[in-house]
């Protein structure tokens, strides 16, 4: 047969079909009636953990700094004492005002007399007007420098107190910014404590939705319930409760800045971690309901495409609500009654006309006005146990950090020529080494200045209190007056305030002279020497070198906040369970094996980490400040997990997950797990208990609440 006769004859068969099918029939759809049903109306949002509170602990006065009384990291609690500045020079200078104020006593009391007499003198007319007045003038002189000596006294007082640095709060107190030794300026901030529990989740939401939904920003934190869904994906275990609403929308956002409180007991939740958050409304919402397939999705959101009255395919647009079963609620877009496709929209446009199927309802029944389909047969699965065993997880931080614990500027504190450098860069030197010296000679003549001045004192003071004893008995005898003696006991108290003031004067002279000798606050190394012996010292303030503590020492490393969270649980959890190796900068693995000591307060916002300090004895001072290593973190053998076969775990778009095996159903639960064990199994950090059974076949065929049967279980190796 030739090709011509051939073309013909699919000709002839083209036509006769197009004869019997009419051009653009509808086609079939499968639909369903939108129902009603009762839902919790959620939204949900991103947000991050605030610290409620968050105090940064300074120094009111300078001096140096003596040893803290709290661990880097602990928590700490209010007016617990922190710190101490040296108290010496304000114990001095209290000791000078209470003088100074003594003394003015004295003068004032000796001026009352004088003015007394002088009154007496001028009724009889033995004394002028003008010498009376002239020490009234005096006494009101005097009294009016009493108001500022004792409002010196009272900052005097105020300043030896600040001397303790205490807690204004409860909460968990960072790395120090300054260590023992250290001259402290005013105002200098020494560490910061954050109240950790309970700890805020700052979240946006929309202005429709608090307004509309939550019924307004007076009422929403009444009608809403917040959940919070961790870094790690895992439910978190406490409901939050809405404490804050911004008093204004954000700019550009058309949203509220709200804040949720958490319990944070367990130190879980650390500040500036990344959360998701849940918002419930409390109250049951009756909501329009339609199969899971109906719901599509585009950059516009969730949609819909409904049936006219003429089976005319209709987009609508709609806010989707919570999953219940295999049907989706509709918070709004839709009417109870309403034909939604659910199944064949790919063969229709918008405005076509189609032929609608409805579910037949012998494969439906109604659940609470709900449409939901028959459960189907069990499933047979066979199941494993979760056993537990030893983590051999690593994780690996390249670019830590070495740190010294302790370090000290050496300053001098007082002005003259250096005379005496006993160190080089680089010197290993012991705590009470002499390191400077400066020329003492002027602040030796100061200290026997003072002390001769205090004999003196002591001398005259003698002679005062020969006279007052004697004016005592003139009095008795009738041979002297009232006001004489009391001016000789004002003289006495003026030379007794007068001595004290000189006491404190000699504290300060003999501080400034011990200050001439600089010694190592601690067993250390020498850094750079920046003002050599010969120099003349003007700056006091200026630090000549820095010592470094080196053994033992710090190692910073960095871990991700899910990393923290699913592998130990929180960074209180990781301080007990880490085992910490260090491997050099030439890639030689230490021997020598770290303690995690403490961590940062806080997540850093723009790289989701979380520092952490390890110590290690660095009893050969290979590690020096600055130097950068590589930190293996993993889990002390003592510190079981968790394990599944390989086969049991699942992967979808949100994570991993497994089908535990419980009362015949499956039930989907998600989980955070790492490389494989020694014994082939699979760690799971989060998410399983030890007594959990997990299905390990058959797992295409499940879904959340499939029915199953159990065959004989796995042989576990224990």
């Given amino acids: 047969m030739n090709k011509g006769v051939l073309m013909v004859i699919a000709l002839l068969a083209s036509s006769s079909a197009l004869a019997q ?23 949900r949002s991103i947000g991050r953990t605030e610290a409620i509170r968050t105090v940064r602990v300074s120094s009111a006065v300078e001096g140096f700094l003596m040893e803290p009384r709290f661990k880097e990291g602990a928590v700490v609690n209010k007016g617990d004492i922190l710190f101490e500045i040296d108290p010496i020079r304000y114990k001095a200078a209290v000791q000078q005002a209470e003088a100074s104020l003594d003394e003015l006593n004295a003068r004032i009391m000796h001026a009352s007399a004088r003015c007394r007499r002088l009154q007496s003198l001028q009724e009889s007319h033995a004394t002028s007007r003008e010498e009376t007045e002239t020490a009234r003038a005096l006494l009101a002189e005097l009294t009016a420098s009493k108001a500022e000596a004792e409002a010196n006294l009272v900052k005097a007082r105020k300043d030896l107190a600040d001397c303790t640095i205490r807690a204004e709060i409860t909460g968990r107190i960072g790395r120090v910014s300054f260590t023992e030794g250290n001259y402290i300026t005013t105002g200098e901030v020494l560490a910061t404590i954050q109240q950790m529990d309970p700890i805020y989740v700052k979240f946006p939401l929309s202005q429709s939705d608090v307004n509309g939904i939550f019924h307004g920003p007076k009422r929403i934190a009444d009608v809403a319930r917040p959940q919070l869904t961790t870094a790690t994906g895992r439910s978190y275990p406490k409901d939050g409760v809405i404490r804050i ?9 058309d949203s509220y800045n709200l804040w949720a409180e958490f319990e944070n007991k367990d130190d879980v939740l650390t500040p500036q971690g990344i959360g998701a958050l849940t918002i419930t409304l409390t109250d049951t919402a009756i909501v329009t309901m339609v199969p ?21 395919v209709q987009r609508r647009e709609v806010i989707a609500g919570n999953v219940q079963g295999r ?14 496709i659910s199944d064949g929209s790919h063969k229709t446009r918008v405005g076509s006309v189609v032929r609608p199927v409805f579910t037949s309802n012998a494969e439906t029944k109604t659940v609470k006005g709900n449409t939901m389909p028959q459960e189907d047969a069990p499933t047979a699965v066979r199941i494993a146990d979760v056993i537990m065993e030893s983590d051999t997880t690593v994780l690996t931080c390249e670019g830590s950090q070495v740190e010294a614990i302790r370090k000290v500027d050496i300053r001098p504190l007082v002005q003259g020529l250096l005379i005496e450098q006993s160190v080089n860069d680089g010197d290993v030197v012991k705590k009470g080494d002499v390191i400077f010296r400066i020329d003492t000679v002027r602040y030796e003549a100061a ?9 003196q004192l002591d001398i005259r003071i003698e002679d005062a209190r020969r006279k007052y004893e004697r004016q005592e008995q003139l009095v008795k005898g009738g041979a002297s007056s009232a006001d004489e003696r009391d001016s000789a006991k004002a003289t006495l108290d003026q030379l007794i305030a007068q001595k004290s003031s000189a006491e404190a004067a000699l504290v300060v002279a003999e501080d400034d002279l011990s200050r001439c000798t600089m010694r190592a606050p601690l067993d250390s190394r020498i850094g750079r020497v920046s003002i050599a012996q010969g120099n003349y010292i003007t700056d006091k303030k200026t630090p000549l070198t820095t010592l470094y503590q080196t053994s033992p020492i710090y190692v910073r490393f960095s871990l991700s906040e899910n990393e923290v969270l699913s592998h130990f649980g929180s960074d209180s959890q990781l301080l007990k369970m880490a085992d910490i190796s260090l491997v050099t900068a030439n890639g030689k693995l230490s021997a020598e094996k770290g303690e ?59 994570g991993r997950y497994v089908f535990l095996y419980r009362d015949g159903r499956a039930v989907l639960t998600r989980i955070l797990c790492g490389s494989s064990t020694a014994s082939g199994r699979i760690p799971v950090y989060a998410g399983l208990d030890a007594d959990d059974r997990v ?24």
């Fill in 447 to 455: 200290v026997n200045a003072e002390k001769a001045r205090i004999e």
């Fill in 21 to 43: 099918a009419p051009m653009g029939a509808a086609p079939y759809v499968q639909v369903d009636r939108v129902t009603t049903g009762k839902d919790k109306v959620t939204r």
């Fill in 695 to 718: 299905i390990t076949t058959n797992l295409a065929d499940l879904e959340d609440g499939s029915p199953v049967v159990a065959q004989q279980p796995e042989q576990q190796q224990q």
């Fill in 292 to 312: 899971l397939t109906s719901v599509q999705y585009d950059a516009n959101g969730a949609f819909v495409y409904v049936l006219d009255q003429d089976n005319r």
């Fill in 245 to 253: 609403v911004d008093t204004a929308l954000a700019a550009n956002t």
């Fill in 327 to 340: 049907m989706q609620s509709i918070y709004s877009g839709l009417e109870e009654g309403e034909v939604v």
């Fill in 596 to 654: 995690v000591s403490f961590s940062d307060n806080s997540i850093k916002s723009d790289t989701d980490t979380q520092n952490f300090w390890a110590t290690f004895p660095n009893a050969e001072q290979q590690l020096l400040p600055g130097a950068v290593v590589t930190i293996r973190v993993s889990r002390k053998p003592e510190c079981k997990v968790c394990s599944v076969p390989p086969e049991a775990i699942l992967t979808d778009t949100r």
